[in-house]
């Protein structure tokens, strides 16, 4: 998985989760703590040669925020 692709991911899953399943009309701080935990998955996917576990770990840390 490249940069690429671990955006595309990410995004897809933080519109579903964030917006679809919340139900919030609004965008509060727990939108930017989701994307935020995504950036923080994608810097240790970079550092580890593996945006896999970056971005399983950022899917683990964001059940945190739901």
């Excluded at 930017?32 to 995504?38: D, E």
Aim: hydrophobic share 55%.
């Amino acid at each position: 998985m490249d940069l690429l692709t671990y955006t595309v991911f990410s995004t897809v899953y933080i519109l579903l989760f964030q917006l679809a399943l919340n139900g919030k009309n609004e965008m509060g701080f727990d939108f930017f703590l989701m994307i935020g935990t995504f950036v923080l998955g994608g810097a240790v996917g970079a550092w580890m040669g593996s945006y896999e576990t970056g971005f399983v770990i950022a899917m683990t840390l964001s059940f945190l925020y739901m």
